[in-house]
């Protein structure tokens, strides 16, 4: 158990930037993800973490010990690979005690450990079986054993769930996220996919072309993105911008998309003065567009005309994507709601939730 | 119980009926076939039957063959000193193959696989003498091992030492052997390094990655992880260096043609002396029976020993 530290980590490859000033601490316990789209250097950020790769600068910390110069071996570390990496040639069992046996752990510890966290992960039943005699879910869970079995201070996670089939990824989830309540132990966690980085997370770290962009509680994250970038990448499906005009009428603030007019709540005339009669661009998530037969009560609904392009029925919910003159989105709407292709409709803005960006420095506007 | 549905008419008029349909498929593959099974038969197959009866005949190679002399061939080949000579040289050929030679195949692979700088340089270099033609490369350690220091430069160096004396490489019995072993090895160590080499990229880097957060230093990786998913490249390895060093001939008999007094003997130079100098076809075709025989038994005794699943398939 330890926290861990990144202090003005630089990677350069030649020309190419993959990890830039990243500056993180993680405290002991915790469960970061590392989320981004692929080539962010998120991976990366891991594998110096890990010692595969050495950092071009900066400092890199495990509890209080700087590991810029330590071997693998010697960080204290288990890592679990995108493609399990599993040893072809052993079976389970070895694959699993391969690690403590390089340590001249004593014999029956290697057994009791081995059955134990087999257990744990139900594949006890395979420990004789080769990897390649194991189907990709139960590849997946004894690479977790491998990692479990070593007792380290800090587990990595490389992108673990992405070869695995939608069900079993969920299923897997939840797994990993039971795994860190009873390992109690510091988890660190690469993924580009951000319902995995919401779901498991105690904090994210949203990275970009090797910049952190945000790090921050899910909840956090989801309601207060700090830039375009987040905004975009966390939810699902994506929060809705719109290239639009702050404007003035009756003493109140108003979004004018050309198309609509939206009002802006009072209380957020203080913040939105300075960009009074300038171009900003207004974000809205889905989730916060509503049929106005089933709005929920007590919000700041704003409505708007459009015409709809595509509905798709989701059972719990329909997503309607809209058009309103140059704009399109999408809106999450009640299941009630009874509207065809091709048909105009009138759909709420829920104004208490909108998100207001400077379309210059892409920063949320607060 | 469901009908099976017929197949429709359009599809049995084309492909014509089951058993036809699978006579013409044999057809095609037979016709395909054909070219290459009638070379192999007149310049492989023929041959060998045709060397099994020469060897029943003391036949001098002019004429046709008619002093049948029954298995007398092959029983004054066992009983003769050269050819067990030869037997033996080629065991320590083999020996020293497997020893030294393909360790430092896969030691030069491992370096120019991964770490070294300029290993694209080093990889064509190391590669080059196996694309040199057999005779170049024999007369080439011909000169380098002249025994006149002012012509050989092996010798030219060592006289450079203090005390340093002119050694007779290649007409000293004790030492020819291992002499057209080092020459053997520098001709052929580059073949199996790309052998190497192509196993190794077959390796993915996580598992070796994963074998260093583990806990492994390198050279725990390289005998726990990396030398057992080399299994079956090893393999291949081994077998074409045996069988190369049971028939190695042409560097053998430009250096020392089995000399000095048979002491770097091999089988193929013993078979080729009888054969084609002495022109004792009749004895000659017995010693390529014995040697036929050989790397036969070794082939079969070879893959039934080592047949072990290659662990990266699958994966």
């Not at chain 1, 340590?103 to 029956?108: G, H, I, L, Q, W």
């Not at chain 2, 028939?247 to 091999?266: C, D, H, R, Y």
């Given at each position: 158990?330890?926290?861990?530290?990144?202090?003005?980590?630089?990677?350069?490859?030649?020309?190419?930037?993959?990890?830039?000033?990243?500056?993180?601490?993680?405290?002991?316990?915790?469960?970061?993800?590392?989320?981004?789209?692929?080539?962010?250097?998120?991976?990366?950020?891991?594998?110096?973490?890990?010692?595969l790769e050495e950092i071009s600068d900066g400092k890199i910390m495990i509890g209080d010990r700087v590991v810029n110069d330590v071997a693998p071996k010697d960080r204290d570390i288990a890592m679990v690979f995108q493609s399990y990496a599993l040893y072809p040639h052993m079976s389970v069992y070895d694959n699993m005690a391969f690690g403590?046996?390089?340590?001249?752990?004593?014999?029956?510890?290697?057994?009791?450990?081995?059955?134990?966290?087999?257990?744990?992960?139900?594949?006890?039943?395979?420990?004789?079986?080769?990897?390649?005699?194991?189907?990709?879910?139960?590849?997946q869970r004894v690479a977790v054993g491998r990692a479990i079995v070593r007792e380290p201070k800090v587990f990595l996670f490389d992108e673990p769930l992405s070869n695995l089939d939608a069900k079993l990824r969920v299923e897997t989830r939840a797994n990993i996220s039971k795994l860190h309540l009873q390992l109690a132990t510091t988890f660190i966690y690469v993924t580009h996919d951000q319902v995995e980085a919401m779901t498991m997370a105690t904090r994210i770290a949203v990275i970009n072309k090797g910049l952190l962009q945000q790090i921050d509680t899910p909840q956090t994250l989801y309601d207060k993105p700090n830039n375009l970038f987040v905004a975009g990448f966390i939810g699902?499906?994506?929060?809705?911008?719109?290239?639009?005009?702050?404007?003035?009428?009756?003493?109140?603030?108003?979004?004018?998309?050309?198309?609509?007019?939206?009002?802006?709540?009072?209380?957020?005339?203080?913040?939105?003065?300075?960009?009074?009669?300038?171009?900003?661009?207004?974000?809205?998530?889905?989730?916060?567009?509503?049929?106005p037969n089933f709005c929920p009560p007590g919000i700041f609904a704003q409505n708007i005309d459009g015409k709809v392009d595509v509905t798709e029925l989701m059972g719990n919910e329909i997503q309607l994507y809209v058009t309103a003159g140059e704009h399109s989105f999408v809106a999450r709407v009640d299941p009630r709601t009874k509207v065809r292709m091709g048909e105009s409709i009138q759909v709420a803005f829920n104004m208490g939730n909108m998100h207001l960006f400077d379309p210059e420095t892409e920063q949320a506007i607060r | 119980m469901q009908p099976i549905p017929a197949i429709p008419d359009i599809l049995k008029l084309k492909r014509g009926t089951g058993s036809s349909h699978r006579f013409q498929d044999n057809l095609t593959i037979a016709l395909f076939l054909l070219p290459a099974l009638i070379l192999f038969?007149?310049?492989?197959?023929?041959?060998?039957?045709?060397?099994?009866?020469?060897?029943?005949?003391?036949?001098?190679?002019?004429?046709?063959?008619?002093?049948?002399?029954?298995?007398?061939?092959?029983i004054n080949?066992?009983?003769d000193k050269v050819f067990l000579i030869a037997l033996r040289n080629g065991v320590f050929i083999i020996a020293f193959s497997l020893v030294f030679q393909l360790p430092l195949s896969l030691a030069l692979a491992v370096l120019v696989?991964?770490?070294?700088?300029?290993?694209?340089?080093?990889?064509?270099?190391?590669?080059?003498?196996?694309?040199?033609?057999?005779v170049m490369a024999a007369i080439m350690w011909l000169f380098l091992y002249n025994a006149d220091p002012e012509r050989g430069l092996l010798n030219a160096l060592l006289v450079l030492f203090p005390g340093g004396k002119a050694i007779p490489w290649l007409s000293d019995t004790n030492i020819v052997l291992p002499a057209v072993f080092l020459a053997i090895t520098w001709k052929y160590f580059g073949f199996h390094m790309l052998l190497?080499?192509?196993?190794?990229?077959?390796?993915?880097?996580?598992?070796?990655?994963?074998?260093?957060?583990?806990?492994?230093?390198?050279?725990?990786?390289?005998?726990?992880?990396?030398?057992?998913?080399?299994?079956?490249?090893?393999?291949?390895?081994?077998?074409?260096?045996?069988?190369?060093?049971?028939?190695?001939?042409?560097?053998?008999?430009?250096?020392?043609?089995?000399?000095?007094?048979?002491?770097?003997?091999?089988?193929?130079t013993y078979m080729y002396r009888f054969g084609f100098v002495r022109f004792q076809l009749g004895y000659g075709s017995a010693v390529a029976i014995y040697m036929f025989l050989i790397c036969l038994t070794f082939s079969l005794v070879y893959r039934r020993l080592t047949r072990q699943p290659d662990y990266l398939t699958g994966l």
């Open positions: 158990m330890a926290s861990v530290t990144f202090e003005h980590v630089f990677k350069r490859f030649g020309d190419v930037i993959a990890v830039n000033d990243l500056d993180i601490k993680i405290e002991d316990k915790e469960f970061l993800v590392l989320v981004g789209p692929s080539g962010c250097g998120k991976t990366t950020a891991l594998r110096c973490l890990a010692g403590l046996k390089l340590r001249k752990v004593p014999k029956d510890e290697i057994k009791r450990r081995v059955t134990q966290a087999a257990d744990m992960l139900g594949i006890g039943h395979l420990l004789d079986r080769k990897p390649r005699q194991l189907s990709g879910g139960q590849r699902s499906p994506a929060m809705n911008f719109f290239k639009t005009k702050l404007v003035k009428g009756d003493g109140k603030l108003f979004v004018d998309g050309g198309s609509f007019k939206v009002e802006v709540p009072t209380d957020r005339n203080n913040v939105y003065m300075p960009y009074l009669d300038k171009p900003v661009i207004l974000g809205v998530r889905p989730e916060n567009i509503h049929d | 038969l007149i310049f492989v197959i023929y041959p060998i039957f045709q060397s099994v009866y020469y060897s029943l005949f003391d036949w001098k190679g002019f004429g046709p063959a008619v002093d049948f002399v029954g298995l007398d061939n092959f080949i066992l009983t696989g991964r770490d070294l700088p300029g290993r694209v340089f080093f990889r064509t270099i190391f590669f080059m003498p196996y694309v040199l033609s057999e190497y080499l192509a196993g190794l990229q077959n390796i993915p880097i996580e598992i070796e990655e994963a074998g260093r957060v583990d806990g492994a230093n390198s050279f725990q990786n390289f005998f726990y992880i990396t030398l057992p998913l080399l299994g079956s490249t090893i393999r291949t390895s081994v077998y074409l260096s045996v069988l190369g060093s049971l028939q190695q001939f042409i560097l053998v008999w430009i250096m020392t043609k089995g000399g000095p007094v048979n002491a770097s003997e091999t089988l193929a």
